[in-house]
């Protein structure tokens, strides 16, 4: 009686059978998406420390109705005013 051996076919291909981080697709798909999350993260934190200080709006109208403010206020709201009219024909 004759024994008949089976071997399993070898598969030549490079990269078959190594694990997943040594193929470099997997880092293009992976470090996009990765490094947009990290600078959001960074931008958070620039954010949470460095927070503008929110305006007095009741000081600004006492510091426009003193008379040497009186000018631009007048000028300012002229602007407005006029910007807000249709154009005469």
């Known amino acids: 009686m004759s024994t008949i051996t089976q071997t399993k076919p070898t598969d030549n291909r490079p990269g078959v059978g190594a694990p997943w981080w040594k193929f470099p697709i997997v880092w293009l798909v992976v ?7 990290v ?3 960074n ?3 620039i954010a949470v420390r460095h927070v ?4 007095d709006t009741t000081q600004m109208a006492k510091e426009a109705s003193k008379p040497g403010h009186a000018p631009a206020v007048q000028g300012r ?3 407005a005013d ?3 009219q249709p154009a005469e024909h």
């Open 31 to 37: 470090g996009g998406p990765l490094i947009v999350v």
């Open 39 to 41: 600078a959001s993260l």
């Open 43 to 45: 931008m958070v934190a």
């Open 52 to 55: 503008d200080p929110v305006l």
């Open 77 to 79: 709201n002229r602007a």
């Open 82 to 84: 006029t910007a807000m």
